[in-house]
T-cell receptor
Framework: DAGITQSPRHKVTETGTPVTLRCHQT?????MYWYRQDPGHGLRLIHY???????DKGEVSDGYSVSRSKTEDFLLTLESATSSQTSVYFC???????????FGPGTRLLVL | SQQGEEDPQALSIQEGENATMNCSYK?????LQWYRQNSGRGLVHLIL?????REKHSGRLRVTLDTSKKSSSLLITASRAADTASYFC????????????FGKGTMLLVSP
């Protein structure tokens, strides 16, 4: 899986609690992405990063924040989780001048 | 909103048959990519076709692109049970680094 890990792999939390998902890569790739996957919606981009401390919003960024303090780590935070954020979250990476993306194994998040 | 839309949503065939999936998109693109997702796993890149290409092959995969109709098709020849997965098209607007916009996917079931 192209040297990408996600943690935790499964999480159950309650509405209103903060949640942080971690994506870690060993490929030294510049670009990192967070997607969510929901039935009937495919994959939708939440946030992405084009370098350390450089991030931008995707299609469904409301309720999410990200941080990237090191090349290898990209954190996704749900400040106050809601049931609508129950989903499978995927991290992906790509290198300079590389048009394809490599995906991590995903994190299943259930917000009760 | 989704840029790519796959058709059909689900496809069931027998081993040895060919499987064809279609993708339509809305705006001009630089390239279109196809990904596969096995149940419970991350996406895996299959093939990329650029806007100036009409057809591309990779093993048992054949991809076509018709920019005038804003559509692409993925053909898997001589399908195997191991091809059972969901298939997604993704579009990129720019060359080099670009975010991808994914469709909702086609679920392919290949029965022995």
């Amino acid at each position: 899986d192209a040297g990408i890990t996600q943690s935790p792999r499964h999480k159950v939390t309650e509405t209103g609690t903060p949640v942080t998902l971690r994506c870690h890569q060993t490929e030294n790739h510049r670009y990192m992405y967070w997607y969510r996957q929901d039935p009937g919606h495919g994959l939708r981009l939440i946030h992405y990063s084009y370098g350390v401390k450089d991030t931008d919003k995707g299609e469904v960024s409301d309720g999410y924040s990200v941080s990237r303090s090191k090349t290898e780590d990209f954190l996704l935070t749900l400040e106050s989780a809601t049931s609508s954020q129950t989903s499978v979250y995927f991290c992906a990476i790509s290198g300079d001048y590389e048009e394809t993306q490599y995906f991590g194994p995903g994190t299943r998040l259930l917000v009760l | 909103s989704q840029q790519g839309e796959e058709d059909p949503q689900a496809l069931s065939i027998q081993e040895g048959e060919n499987a064809t999936m279609n993708c339509s998109y809305k705006t001009s693109i630089n390239n279109l990519q196809w990904y596969r997702q096995n149940s419970g796993r991350g996406l895996v890149h299959l093939i990329l076709i650029r806007s100036n290409e009409r057809e591309k092959h990779s093993g048992r995969l054949r991809v076509t692109l018709d920019t005038s109709k804003k559509s692409s098709s993925l053909l898997i020849t001589a399908s195997r049970a191991a091809d059972t997965a969901s298939y997604f098209c993704a579009t990129a607007f720019d060359s080099g680094y670009s975010t991808l916009t994914f469709g909702k996917g086609t679920m392919l079931l290949v029965s022995p």
